[in-house]
T-cell receptor
Framework: AQSVSQHNHHVILSEAASLELGCNYSYGGTVNLFWYVQYPGQHLQLLLKYFSGDPLVKGIKGFEAEFIKSKFSFNLRKPSVQWSDTAEYFCAVNERNNDMRFGAGTRLTVKP | GAVVSQHPSRVICKSGTSVKIECRSLDFQATTMFWYRQFPKKSLMLMATSNEGSKATYEQGVEKDKFLINHASLTLSTLTVTSAHPEDSSFYIC????????????FGPGTRLTVT
């Protein structure tokens, strides 16, 4: 079955540490890939997306993600996290039929 | 950017009553709207997909008679939870596709439903 997997349920980091959140999917065809962030008490916001082209995608707030087709992965990275990055992060994948599937989410806690 | 609103943001209702949640695209026309349910500490679960003027397509395991979806216009979709039970308490989120950039979804702020 098609699925999206996020490896880490809860990540705790200190400020200025580097971040990498894993995301793998099992879709076989052409996909669009997304990372969303949900800050406490707020709605989902798009961090970045990949449709085609350069597999290294830069998003808002210093985040980036790399699409590695051979590994079916789309990991999210940030070189130096801030306390304000504390949030829930969701990887999402959709195929051309527009059905979007979400990973289980990763809670990031950044300690000041 | 594209904005999607939901109303109400929070609602408390008694068991057996029905609750309607509205989802509006404010500055664009939405070809398709989606309804999700978010469980505590879990991901978003797609409930149904609705296209303007046609019947919604429900995901497996979602009761269409319980979760009524109406997509009356290109800017409005409604989800009605009928005969609500405490287990229906959840966070319901809608999203919408921009008509042109159809692969991207814009999310509403969600509606917290509590059934007592």
């Amino acid at each position: 079955a098609q699925s999206v997997s996020q490896h880490n349920h809860h990540v705790i980091l200190s400020e200025a540490a580097s971040l990498e959140l894993g995301c793998n999917y099992s879709y076989g065809g052409t996909v669009n890939l997304f990372w969303y962030v949900q800050y406490p008490g707020q709605h989902l916001q798009l961090l970045l997306k990949y449709f085609s082209g350069d597999p290294l995608v830069k998003g808002i707030k210093g985040f980036e993600a790399e699409f590695i087709k051979s590994k079916f992965s789309f990991n999210l990275r940030k070189p130096s996290v801030q306390w304000s990055d504390t949030a829930e992060y969701f990887c999402a994948v959709n195929e051309r039929n527009n059905d979007m599937r979400f990973g289980a989410g990763t809670r990031l806690t950044v300690k000041p | 950017g594209a904005v999607v609103s939901q109303h109400p943001s929070r609602v408390i209702c008694k068991s057996g009553t029905s609750v309607k949640i509205e989802c509006r695209s404010l500055d664009f026309q939405a070809t398709t709207m989606f309804w999700y349910r978010q469980f505590p500490k879990k991901s978003l679960m797609l409930m149904a997909t609705s296209n303007e003027g046609s019947k919604a397509t429900y995901e497996q395991g979602v009761e269409k008679d319980k979760f009524l979806i109406n997509h009356a216009s290109l800017t409005l979709s409604t989800l009605t939870v009928t005969s609500a039970h405490p287990e229906d308490s959840s966070f319901y989120i809608c999203s919408a596709n921009d008509r042109i950039y159809s692969y991207e979804q814009y999310f509403g702020p969600g509606t917290r439903l509590t059934v007592t």
